[in-house]
């Protein structure tokens, strides 16, 4: 089964994101609630969770793109 790790509902104004890093390569597996990257909005870091235990199959969000909430950031499959 494929997850599909989406950037976030961060607040009521939020609407978009900045990729700034990711911490996983696709092949790396991964636990839900781990770390696997980081975004920005409104010049606040958060951190990217896993939502899912798997293996990270796809990485769609480019390091300095801008992603509006809900927009597929990565694939897991699980």
Same mark, same amino acid.
């Given at each position: 089964? +494929? /997850?599909t790790v +989406? /950037?976030?509902r961060l607040g009521l104004t939020v609407e978009d994101a900045v990729v700034m890093e990711w911490h996983k390569k696709v092949g790396d597996s991964v636990a839900a609630? &781990? /770390?696997i990257? /980081? =975004?920005e909005a409104d010049k606040a870091t958060v &951190?990217? &969770?896993s939502p899912a235990t798997g293996t990270l199959s796809e990485i769609i969000? +480019? =390091?300095g793109e801008?992603?509006?909430v809900g927009a597929a950031l990565a694939v897991l499959d699980v």
């Amino acid at each position: 089964m +494929k /997850v599909t790790v +989406k /950037v976030p509902r961060l607040g009521l104004t939020v609407e978009d994101a900045v990729v700034m890093e990711w911490h996983k390569k696709v092949g790396d597996s991964v636990a839900a609630g &781990e /770390v696997i990257g /980081v =975004i920005e909005a409104d010049k606040a870091t958060v &951190e990217l &969770e896993s939502p899912a235990t798997g293996t990270l199959s796809e990485i769609i969000g +480019k =390091i300095g793109e801008t992603y509006v909430v809900g927009a597929a950031l990565a694939v897991l499959d699980v």
